[in-house]
């Protein structure tokens, strides 16, 4: 873990500034001579900067980005609890953790953040930017904003601008959190019960039914209390509880619902056919956080771009789980194969997707519902 100290104030879009930034990113391998092997991972909305830890299944020694092979960037977003500046650091004004005080930030001012650490590596070409959900807004907007950089981006998951619908499970999870009445006391168990509720709730965001009932039916039709599902749900809560700081939950929350790559710009759609970078759009079909009519809208408005659904039964948290499927995909677009085909159309009809959209993969996950590090 490396972290970069920059001793000058960082302008956020909402206007307010932070009098300086830290930025914890990791790194693995070692750029060849004309640094045409990076690869840099944009990590989803409570991971941490060592993609090792939660996507272990492609990033490694022997795996699809194999840092003998590449070398491999990624930054702990803005706002998170694990280095980079947020809500844990200290605010100077107080002396005191900024908590609830610390300002709103957006998915531009991560990606900003991004482009400071770029540059401090002496980066100016990029082979692969990947990222998924939050990760995957991320890697959309900097290939808006630079499209120059970019030899290839995939999008996992994602969307252009976040949905009411994504919005109303963060404004559900920060009220479970404000509900709890220790989240403005001091200490380090304030707001600790309401990020558990948080975590259930968007437990059922990121699973489906399937995954529930293929994992967590009873097999006692006797029981009347204390069933799978339920400790499953406590289980999710606590997990993360011990992980993450209430205080970040809510600031990422906050930027996730911000994302919308039209804002200030002529519309979505023209931000989208502005990339040049060949873009790989893969969606996950049991997703109902990111239903894949998202992705099928990314991937009509990206020239030259390639839309893949893989089957899972693992909701939206396939696209850390499905790893086989996913690499098979990326591998193609690195060596230049997908693109071979002419780009098909896809199209909404009834607020479904169609067109080319064939779900492909096995379907089978590599681990269980909870076994994953994130």
Same mark, same amino acid.
């Given at each position: 873990m ?17 009098p300086?930034?830290t930025?914890?990113?990791?790194t693995?391998?070692t750029?060849?001579?004309?640094k ?17 830890d ?34 844990t650091?200290l ?5 005191e953790?900024?908590?609830?005080d610390?300002?709103?930030v ?11 650490l ?22 959309l907007?900097?290939?808006i ?11 996992? =998951? ?16 920060r009220?479970?959190?404000? =509900? ?16 558990e ?10 699973r &489906? ?7 967590q ?9 204390d ?10 809560g ?14 990422l929350s ?7 790559v ?7 759609e ?12 893969i ?9 894949v ?17 893989i ?13 086989a ?15 071979? &085909?002419?780009?098909?159309a ?12 064939k ?11 909870g076994?994953?590090t994130?």
């Amino acid at each position: 873990m490396e972290q970069l100290n920059i001793e000058a104030p960082f302008q956020l879009e909402s206007g307010d500034t932070l009098p300086d930034l830290t930025i914890t990113y990791h790194t693995f391998g070692t750029p060849n001579e004309d640094k045409s092997n990076v690869i840099w991972v944009c990590h989803a909305l409570t991971a941490n900067s060592n993609p090792v830890d939660w996507w272990p299944g492609l990033i490694g020694e022997g795996k699809l980005l194999d840092p003998e092979k590449y070398f491999i960037v990624c930054a702990n977003m803005l706002g998170s609890c694990y280095g980079t500046t947020g809500p844990t650091h200290l605010n100077p004004a107080t002396g005191e953790k900024y908590g609830l005080d610390f300002p709103l930030v957006t998915v531009k001012d991560m990606v900003a953040v991004h482009q400071l650490l770029c540059k401090h590596l002496e980066i100016d070409r990029i082979k692969l930017c990947i990222g998924g959900s939050m990760g995957g807004q991320q890697v959309l907007e900097w290939a808006i904003t630079e499209p120059d950089l970019f030899e290839n981006i995939v999008v996992l =998951a994602s969307n252009a601008r976040h949905s009411p619908w994504g919005i109303a499970f963060n404004e559900a999870q920060r009220m479970s959190i404000l =509900a709890d009445s220790t989240i403005k006391e001091k200490g380090e168990q304030a707001g600790k019960a309401g990020l558990e509720a948080a975590r259930a709730i968007a437990m059922l965001s990121y699973r &489906s039914y399937y995954t529930y009932q293929l994992t967590q039916s009873e097999k006692n039709d006797d029981k009347l209390d204390d069933f799978l599902a339920s400790s499953y749900q406590q289980y999710q809560g606590r997990k993360l509880e011990k992980r993450f700081d209430v205080f970040s939950y809510l600031c990422l929350s906050k930027a996730m619902d911000s994302h919308n790559v039209g804002r200030n710009r002529e519309s979505v759609e023209a931000a989208l056919e502005s990339i040049k970078a060949k873009a790989l759009i893969i969606g996950i079909q049991s997703d109902l956080l990111f239903p894949v009519e998202e992705q099928a809208f990314i991937a009509n408005h990206i020239p030259g771009s390639k839309l893949e659904i893989i089957d899972s039964i693992y909701g939206h948290d396939g696209f850390l789980i499905e790893s086989a499927a996913i690499a098979s995909r990326v591998n193609a677009l690195l060596n230049q194969i997908l693109f071979d &085909s002419d780009k098909a159309a896809y199209r909404l009809i009834n607020g479904r997707a169609s067109g080319k959209i064939k779900p492909e993969g096995t379907g089978k996950g590599l681990g269980l519902p909870g076994t994953e590090t994130f």
